[in-house]
């Protein structure tokens, strides 16, 4: 089962990360208010697995280094995604996503902590991009899954 621990959004681009208990998500921006929410984006929202992220954070020693840093929009337990996730919905409360692709760790990473960006990049651990195919809200503890989409 996935469970929603966090949810972020940036009032604009390399703004800090505002922390949230519950958001608004529409289908054709994604977060409502998060500096991202552009009509029809395929890069509406960005969640980060928090397996991965420990990963991450193990693999250049600072294991206590918040989540926000990665700069995603929904942390969450029980997933750490892959290259076989890339297509698929993933359901969070009656938000459902669609996986269009590997989060691609930037330069934005090192300039935060130095290793991190080399560290988020196998295996899919800096997250993945997400389009909205249904809005609703969203709350830290919703749970959800994966949906094989047709």
Not at 23 to 47: E, H, L, P, W, Y
Request: charged fraction near 25%; aromatic fraction near 4%.
């Amino acid at each position: 089962m996935i469970e929603l621990v966090g949810i972020a959004t940036r009032m604009r681009p390399k703004a800090p990360m505002q922390k949230h208990h519950h958001v608004t998500v529409q289908t054709d921006f994604g977060i409502v208010g998060d500096a991202r929410a552009k009509v029809n984006s395929k890069r509406q929202i960005t969640v980060l697995s928090a397996e991965s992220w420990s990963e991450a954070c193990a693999a250049i020693g600072k294991p206590t280094l918040d989540w926000t840093t990665r700069r995603a929009n929904l942390f969450i337990t029980g997933k750490k995604f892959g290259p076989e996730d890339k297509g698929k919905g993933l359901r969070i409360g009656a938000v459902t996503l669609l996986i269009v692709g590997e989060c691609d760790p930037c330069n934005r990473m090192e300039e935060q902590v130095p290793g991190l960006e080399a560290a988020l990049t196998p295996h899919w651990r800096g997250g993945v991009i997400c389009k909205v195919l249904r809005g609703d809200d969203l709350t830290i503890g919703d749970t959800g899954c994966i949906l094989e989409l047709s």
